[in-house]
Structures are given as C-alpha cells and as structure tokens.
C-alpha cells in the first residue's frame, strides 16, 4: 500500500521533492538546511532562525546571505528544507510516540 | 510591505499574473501572500504541499472542518505567527460560526468551552509545538480518553502544514491583511478550500 493517499505519504513527498529533486541549490546544501547542521555564516544563522526562532528573521538575514553570493532563487529552497526539516521533526518525534503507545495496543492495528 | 525575497513579489510568469489580477477584480482584494508562495516555482514546493494541505483540512476524518480549523489557528498562536493566526482564527470563527468560542480557546485553552477530547488534542500540539517533543504518555493519555489513533495522526498532520507555513510566513515576511482581508480568504478557503 506504499502509493496509498495518506498525509504520512504525501509528507514523504513532499520532503524528497525538496532534498532529491531539480533545483538551484546544490543537493548537500539542501541536505543541511532541512538537518540545520553544518552550515557556515552568514547562511547558518538564516536557517537557525528558520528553524529555531522564524519571528525573528529579519531583512539583513536574507540580505547577508544575498551578499555572500547565494540567488534568490537559492534562499527560496534553503528556507523551504530548513522549514521543512524542522517540521518534520516534529511530526516524526509525534507519530514515533504515538506508533510505540498503539503499536502496544491490542484494539489498534498499525495501517 | 513586500516579502523579503524579489522573486517572490514580481517573479511570477504571465499566466499567474493575470490569475492574481483577476483575483484582485473578483474579490477586491489582492492574493494573499500565502496563496502567491505556493504559486511561485510550484514545482518545488507549492504544487505538493497544497496537496498535502488540502487533504489534511479538507480529507476525510472525524475532526470536523471547524476544528481542523482550530488547530491551524492555535499551533500558528502557540508559533506566534501573525498572518497564520489571522487567517486561521477567521476562518475557524467563520466554520463554528461562533468567534468568541474561537478567541475563548486562543486566550485560555484549559477554560474555554469546548469538547474535552478537542482540548487534550490541541494541548498535546501545544506542548510538541513548545517542547518539540511528546511524551508516549501523552499519546497513552489521549487513547485511552477516546481519541483515536486515527484522529491524533490527522490532528499531528493538521500541525505539520502549519508549523510549515507558519515558518515561512515569518522567514519570507507575508504581508499581514486588515481584518475584512483576512474574513475574505476565509470564505475563499472555506469554499474552495487549499487547491
């Protein structure tokens, strides 16, 4: 049931569009704003702050990383998998918990 | 007030920028920034995730609309996410018809009158929303007062596109709408939902 419509699919596709597909960013780049790891500044406080604080990016975040040689179109994506990447973690901590709590109940059938 | 990035603002090709146009004489207002996001490469990002937000607020499950509704408002109040919460608190007051049930859930949680299980629910997407994480007592909890399992995954899914959203409303700068703006997409949403 792996092509099933379900959010925890469309999730997944979501997030292997953004890391694996066609796009300006390089693809390890991508890869280190969704893990929010091993960033060099000024990106690496953009994508903290997407992460980490998102109400307290400002103008000069964007404006830093423009100057440092990145696109627009670049940033578009890194922002993207950064907020992506946080979220998912979430949402994965969440379902985790939940599958071992269910996983355990005999009135419940994992799906 | 634009958004942080210029391709978002003007870097739309001709057939988008006739649809934002007709937006604009249909509705007399201009496209949320919400909606131009998704517009903008959606090859990348936009095209799937108004999928995925569509079948979370709009799919089958026993959350109704208004509550789905309720949850997109309350995890973009706990994120503190300006544009999220004014379009979520309109269009969830517009779903229940009754906006101080709304405003009483996103000022107190634990004394506002609503369903007991939608409150432990929304609760826990607080709680992971504040301390990224969620205990499995927490989930035990939910179970065993009659959420099922099926309605915590719908309602996690709920906070995923928001939590998202709400990311990238504050990180690109969506511009904030005046409360008859913010009703305006309400309808829209509810009529047509996140397609």
């Given at each position: 049931m792996a092509s099933e419509f379900t959010a925890r699919n469309v999730h997944n596709a979501?997030?292997?569009?953004?890391?694996?597909?066609?796009?300006?960013?390089?693809?390890?780049?991508?890869?280190?704003a969704f893990d929010n790891a091993g960033l060099e500044e000024p990106l690496r406080r953009l994508i903290n702050k997407v992460a980490a604080e998102?109400?307290?990016?400002?103008?000069?975040?964007?404006g830093a990383v423009k100057r440092s040689g990145l696109t627009e179109d670049q940033i578009f994506e890194l922002v993207i998998c950064a907020a992506i990447g946080q979220s998912s973690r979430l949402y994965e901590t969440a379902l985790s918990a939940l599958d071992k709590v269910s996983a355990s109940d005999p009135g419940e059938h994992a799906s | 007030m634009n958004m942080r990035l210029e391709v978002l603002n003007s870097g739309y090709g001709l057939a988008?920028?006739?649809l934002f146009a007709f937006v604009r004489m249909v509705s007399g207002h201009a496209t949320p920034d919400a909606a131009r996001l998704v517009f903008y490469r959606p090859d990348f990002y936009g095209s799937r995730m108004k999928e995925l937000t569509h079948h979370v607020m709009r799919g089958a499950s026993s959350w109704s609309v208004a509550d789905r509704e309720l949850m997109a408002a309350y995890v973009s109040t706990v994120n503190q996410s300006a544009f999220?919460?004014?379009?979520h608190t309109a269009t969830a007051s517009l779903a229940y018809k009754d906006p101080a049930a709304v405003a009483a859930v996103l000022s107190d949680i634990e004394s506002a009158p609503i369903d007991e299980k939608l409150r432990a629910t929304l609760r826990m997407l607080g709680k992971l929303e504040r301390e990224h994480s969620v205990a499995e007592s927490d989930m035990r909890a939910l179970l065993e007062m009659g959420v099922s399992k099926r309605q915590i995954e719908d309602a996690l899914a709920v906070c995923f596109a928001f939590d998202v959203t709400n990311r990238l409303a504050d990180a690109f700068g969506f511009e904030l709408l005046s409360s008859e703006g913010f009703a305006a997409g309400a309808k829209?949403?509810?009529s047509r939902g996140y397609r």
């Open positions: 979501v997030v292997t569009r953004v890391l694996q597909g066609n796009g300006e960013a390089p693809h390890p780049l991508r890869r280190a998102p109400t307290r990016v400002t103008d000069d975040d964007i | 988008t920028r006739v999220c919460i004014g379009a829209v949403l509810l």
